[in-house]
């Protein structure tokens, strides 16, 4: 059975309206295929428990899983207060499993889905979305064994309610973690980049607890950037400044490489508010992004992919999106998904959302959480014998 996917988009007044229009648009451009799996992408703006009763009424019994997203992405570009439904059909199996519990515990979620996919036997990809906005994405990577396909990200919506949600099945809410569990004659291809440079101004994290980033050379987070950026530091907790530190992400040494940690917001007292732990005493450099860099780093990631992919025929692509990169390119929108396809074509249905962090797995480690990069994960189909 040959791959194919489809796309269909909608906007409406209430989120069942929506993801009943959206559904039915995927399910007639898929024409006479049966749907394997669907994807999901949902305004914040929706409630989630609507956005599923319209969805299921006409994908009854197909595995789903979703997210909340600030604006959804399909190959026409960027979806704000939209829903999208994304459909695959072809020789394969999918399993959706919700866990309400992320927010509580990473390392427990990433058991049982370890103890799932063990359950089940054979090899399997893993795709998920979980919470942005609470629960340890760092603590879920590193819980997870080395060796499995397990990828996604971090649904986003409303920084100042840090309203979110996930979906799976005819189950959705926050704090939760939706995955699917993928296998059969598929091949999943992943690449990531980013469009942010080190500008060589050089801080030391010289206070941290848990998630809040309190001060950098001694001084709150915030005074450090109203140094650099001419605002009055109080200025930083109230939107929309408290929002625009995550254009102005850290780049933290690792090894050799900088990894990106990026703020979620900035709180009262002057803390950022990070969506990953980052160490007391180590060095930290203010990167900025440029629209010629994301659209570099689109390209980039998508060249990646199609070559992980080999000579399997791509038929759908998923693209997940930092939050910032909306925010850099407000002026342009959708120009990340042009970028994508230049290397892809036109004819590959695409649908994504913006993420507030993104996860792959890679070969030194079980899996990698990223702030601030593109990713795309192409689904193509194994050539027979």
């Known amino acids: 059975m040959t791959m194919v996917s489809s796309v269909g988009v909608a906007q409406a007044l209430d989120g069942r309206e929506a993801g009943l229009q959206a559904a039915h648009q995927a399910l007639n451009r898929l024409g006479a295929n049966t749907p394997a799996f669907a994807v999901v992408i949902s305004s914040h703006q929706y409630q989630s428990r609507e956005v599923l009763n319209g969805v299921s009424s006409l994908l009854v019994e197909v595995p789903m899983i979703g997210f909340s997203s600030p604006s959804g992405l399909t190959g026409k570009g960027e979806h704000p207060h939209s829903v999208i439904v994304a459909l695959l059909s072809g020789d394969f199996h999918a399993e959706t499993l919700w866990l309400p519990g992320y ?3 990473g390392r427990e979620t990433a058991a049982k889905i370890e103890k799932h996919a063990a359950e089940r036997g054979e090899r399997q990809s893993i795709l998920f979305f979980a919470d942005g906005f609470n629960g340890d994405a760092e603590q879920f990577c590193g819980a997870i ?36 569990f993928l296998r059969g004659n598929l ?13 060589g101004r050089q801080f030391r994290v010289t206070r941290s607890r848990g998630f809040w980033l309190r001060t950098l050379d001694g001084r709150p987070a915030s005074e450090t950037y109203a140094g650099l950026f001419g605002y009055p530091a109080r200025d930083w907790a109230f939107p929309p400044l408290s929002y625009m530190t995550r254009l102005y992400p850290l780049g933290v040494e690792q090894g050799e490489d900088l990894l990106v940690r990026s703020p979620i917001r900035v709180e009262a007292d002057g803390s950022f508010r990070m969506n990953s ?29 199609l070559l992980q992919l080999g000579d399997a025929k791509p038929a759908f692509a998923l693209v997940l999106v930092d939050v910032a990169w909306q925010m850099l390119l407000k002026a342009q929108p959708g120009v990340e998904i042009e970028a994508v396809q230049e290397i892809l074509g036109t004819n590959i249905p695409i649908a994504g959302g913006y993420t507030l962090g993104q996860v792959i797995p890679v070969e030194s480690q079980s899996l990698k959480f ?11 189909e194994q050539n027979s014998a």
């Not at 091949?187 to 500008?199: L, T």
């Not at 732990?277 to 992919?305: H, K, N, P």
């Not at 990223?370 to 193509?380: A, K, M, P, R, S």
């Open 103 to 105: 927010a509580q515990s």
């Open 145 to 180: 064994s080395p060796g499995g396909n397990v990828f996604g990200g971090l649904s986003s919506g409303d920084l100042h309610t840090g309203n979110t949600y996930q979906m799976a099945g005819n189950q959705s809410g926050a704090g939760g973690l939706a995955a699917a």
């Open 370 to 380: 990223l702030n601030q990069h593109i990713v795309v994960i192409v689904f193509g």
């Open 187 to 199: 091949k999943i291809a992943i690449g990531a980049d980013h469009g942010w440079d080190a500008v």
């Open 277 to 305: 732990a980052i160490r007391e005493g180590i060095d930290a450099y203010l990167m900025v992004g440029s629209r010629s860099a994301c659209e570099r780093a689109a390209r980039q990631a998508t060249q990646q992919a």
